[in-house]
């Protein structure tokens, strides 16, 4: 069973970064591919990002394509989104999964087994 709490949200302008972290306890993530999803009031959750469990092999949804990036550190049991050049359509509530065996990372929400309770990205024109 793994926990993940994300953590690095918050209200910014249009143009700036933001980082986010997620951290794992209760299992190591070494055997897990990872994933951001985003959900946005009254729409669904949908792929942000994916990594591997390798960590070699990376998707990005093409919205985010060339402006955010995902990492993970095995040693800390964590993952990152950084996330540049912010638009008001990326404001949502981010959420970090865990797929167990991800060879090749998912980016459909039915292909991850854990979920952070996600946080809080706002944007501002």
């Known amino acids: 069973q793994v926990q993940l709490v994300e953590s690095g949200g918050g209200l910014v302008q249009a143009g700036a970064s933001l980082r986010l972290s997620c951290a794992a306890s209760?299992?190591?993530?070494?055997?897990?591919?990872m994933g951001w999803f985003r959900q946005a009031p009254g729409k669904e959750r949908e792929f942000v990002a994916s990594v591997s469990w390798t960590g070699d092999t990376s998707y990005y949804a093409d919205s985010v394509q060339g402006r955010f990036t995902i990492s993970r550190d095995d040693d800390r049991n964590t993952v990152s989104l950084q996330m540049n050049s912010l638009k008001p359509e990326d404001t949502a509530i981010y959420y970090c999964?865990?797929?167990?065996?991800?060879?090749?990372?998912?980016?459909?929400?039915?292909?991850?087994?854990?979920w952070g309770q996600g946080t809080q990205v706002t944007v501002s024109s």
């Open positions: 209760g299992d190591t993530l070494k055997s897990y591919a």
């Open positions: 999964a865990a797929q167990w065996g991800g060879v090749v990372p998912g980016t459909a929400v039915v292909q991850y087994d854990y």
